[in-house]
């Protein structure tokens, strides 16, 4: 007899032509059991999709309102009535000259004053017989650097604006589209707000949050393209007021914007000897907020995707089992003519193993074939990553090895005389 | 070639074990052709099982080409199987979904040969028992005949020393039984070792040496 030539991968081969010979033998079965297989990874397609995503959709949102931002405004909740309430917003004129000026906020790389007019004083912008129902905003010069606001035409505010209270605007999309023709270039041109004139210098670039409002997130409920921003002061002339609604800072790095956070607030309690509290709010704790729905999420799509991925893997171990059984004599004969338990091991293995690929293999269709309906659906854009692939097919492959396991154990240890003699 | 001493086998299925070799002590040199004859439950097929290294002993010695076989691993006996054994069973064994080539390619698989020399063998072989044009047919599209002569082919193939042939005309009618019985004259004039189970006197006439078991034990051995 001649010595073996034969390469390895001729012999694994011929081990998988035979898996695939054993495998056309049941059609049907081998299909059903990869259904199985196939539900469980397009489920894992889609959760890794709508979580990277997701992510994405809700981090761009959240862009908008800059990722590095603070607020910190008064915080009118009373709890010890004994004390005298005092009126007002906290935060005066002099404290962001003092703030300015203080070393205190290291943690601060730079902030701007927010005025709203609020509720007893709506403002409208008119224009000829036009209006707009936007929201007036009195900010400083930093807001639309700190707000990651860009500009489609026009220019932002200036130190002097603010400095010398201009009568300027920057105005929103949809502000635009309220008092102006499509083609018309809105730079340099008058709107009224109450009784007072101002010359539009800017207008704001569109800023998409809609994923934010659909979830009636609190930053959603502000319309990003409904601003008229004018300087604070200018507004603080108007509606006859010293008060700021809030200071918006950024700090310097997202991971100290609570630090950021709380050193303005140790600045005002400061300067107010203690009569006052203020609320702080972090971009950060939107963005940890959205991790963790996301999260959630995902524990809970994966939880589902590994169910079944067992249930499938359950599935294929049954099948092989009954496989094993029905080929007794066949694994006899082939233990009989030189088949080593190894090579009967691995046939039964590679049997289980194209089972759960091929489920992984239609999973993976499954899976984009959902994202694409869903982004269609949706308009939220889902797009699989090339990575996702490999994760689904290792997956498969996982579950069809270790599925497989038992069974062909149990095939590679027939003792060969009696597999001969099995019925 | 053969060297049985004293071998033994028990089976313990029910309460007490059944002695099914009760000392058995047999050679055999190459290139003779045994028939091994006895009444049912005698012990031939266990015999013929512990010869062809597919079971093992419980006592005594197997010594093969003077190589003690009885006390290698499954692994090796699968080799010892693969090279120096062809098997014939009665049930003929073939694989169903598979084409007459390629259940006789089987063997050669195990044995790691490249699959162009595997065809060309598997062929000839075919040719060798009359089918030839048979190749690509299933085992279901053959006759009992046929199925056991493709049988043969698996057996023969790896070219091996002993063809080991447990009842081999036992579910076939007497023609078919006759012209397997000229293929395993024909090997046996081209030298190869072949042991034999028959029931019928005129199958077991085939052979120069006839051994008779009775309960476990050789009751006769005749030598023409
Ligand atoms: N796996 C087994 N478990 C238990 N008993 C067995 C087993 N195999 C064989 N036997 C017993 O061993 C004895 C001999 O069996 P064996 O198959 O060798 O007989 P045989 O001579 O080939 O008979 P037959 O002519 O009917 O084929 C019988 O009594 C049988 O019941
Ligand atoms: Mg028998």
Redesign the interface.
């Known amino acids: 007899?001649?010595p073996?030539?034969?390469t390895l991968w001729?012999?694994w081969l011929?081990l998988l032509g035979?898996a695939l010979?054993?495998l056309?033998?049941h059609k049907l079965r081998t299909a059903l059991s990869a259904t199985g297989i196939a539900i469980g990874i397009a489920a894992v397609i889609l959760i890794a999709t709508v979580n990277r995503s997701g992510k994405e959709v809700i981090f761009s949102e959240l862009q908008t309102f800059g990722l590095k931002s603070v607020w910190v405004h008064r915080n009118y909740k009373v709890d010890d009535p004994r004390r005298v309430i005092r009126g007002g917003t906290g935060i005066s004129n002099d404290d962001i000259n003092a703030l300015k000026a203080s070393a205190s906020c290291p943690a601060l790389a730079k902030f701007t004053p927010i005025l709203w007019p609020g509720r007893y004083a709506p403002l409208f912008a008119t224009r000829g017989n036009r209006y707009s129902s936007a929201g007036v905003e009195g900010v400083g010069s930093a807001y639309l650097e700190i707000n990651n606001d860009a500009l489609v035409v026009g220019r932002g505010f200036n130190p002097q604006d603010i400095e010398r209270r201009r009568a300027v605007a920057v105005i929103g999309e949809q502000v635009r589209n309220d008092l102006f023709a499509a083609d018309e270039n809105p730079v340099g041109k008058e709107l009224r707000i109450a009784d007072d004139k101002f010359e539009i210098i800017g207008v704001l670039a569109y800023k998409d949050r809609s994923f934010l409002a659909s979830i009636n997130s609190t930053g959603g409920q502000q319309d990003p393209n409904g601003r008229i921003l004018i300087p604070y002061n200018r507004l603080q002339t108007m509606l006859g007021t010293e008060d700021i609604t809030m200071i918006q800072g950024e700090a310097v790095s997202p991971g100290m914007a609570r630090a950021a956070a709380e050193q303005i607030v140790a600045f005002l309690k400061r300067r107010h000897q203690d009569a006052f509290k203020y609320r702080i709010e972090t971009m950060q704790q939107y963005v940890a907020n959205a991790d963790v729905i996301l999260g959630i999420v995902s524990t809970i799509g994966l939880v589902a995707a590994t169910v079944s991925l067992l249930v499938a893997g359950l599935g294929i171990l049954n099948i092989m089992s009954t496989s094993v059984i029905e080929r007794t004599?066949?694994i006899?004969?082939?233990?009989?003519?030189?088949?080593?338990?190894?090579?009967i091991m691995s046939q039964f293995l590679i049997e289980a193993t194209l089972i759960s690929l091929l489920g992984g293999v239609f999973g993976l269709l499954l899976g984009a074939v959902s994202s694409v309906a869903i982004t269609a659906w949706t308009h939220y854009p889902l797009v699989p990553e090339f990575s996702f692939i490999v994760i689904g097919f290792c997956v498969s492959l996982v579950v069809g090895l270790i599925s497989g396991v038992y069974p062909a154990y149990r095939a590679a240890k027939l003792?060969?005389?009696e597999a001969?003699r099995y019925e | 070639m053969i060297r049985l001493e004293g071998a033994e086998k028990y089976y313990t299925t029910g309460a007490e074990p059944i002695h099914v070799l009760r000392g058995i002590s047999l050679h055999i040199a190459s290139g003779e052709f045994v028939s091994i004859m006895g009444p049912s439950g005698s012990g031939k097929s266990t015999l013929m099982n512990i010869l062809g290294c597919l079971d093992t002993l419980d006592k005594g010695t197997y010594e093969l080409d003077r190589r003690r076989v009885d006390t290698v691993n499954n692994s090796e006996q699968a080799k010892i199987r693969n090279r120096k054994f062809g098997f014939v069973f009665q049930q003929f064994n073939l694989i169903p979904r598979l084409s007459a080539l390629r259940n006789v390619e089987l063997p050669m698989i195990y044995g790691r040969l490249p699959l162009a020399e595997r065809q060309q063998r598997a062929r000839q072989a075919l040719h060798r028992v009359g089918l030839g044009d048979r190749c690509s047919h299933t085992p279901a599209r053959l006759s009992g005949g046929q199925q056991q002569r493709v049988a043969i082919a698996r057996a023969l193939v790896n070219d091996p020393d002993v063809i080991i042939a447990d009842e081999p005309t036992g579910s076939l009618d007497s023609h078919a039984g006759e012209e397997i019985m000229n293929i395993f004259s024909e090997l046996h004039a081209q030298g190869k070792l072949i042991i034999m189970v028959t029931h019928e006197h005129d199958i077991a006439a085939y052979a120069q040496r006839i051994i008779r078991l009775r309960d476990g034990v050789i009751a006769e051995d005749l030598r023409k």
Do not use: W
Request: net charge neutral; proline share 3%; hydrophobic share 30%.
């Open positions: 007899m001649k073996a030539s034969n001729q012999f011929d035979q010979l054993g056309a033998d004599r066949e006899g004969l082939r233990k009989a003519i030189g088949g080593g338990e190894g090579e003792r060969p005389v001969l």
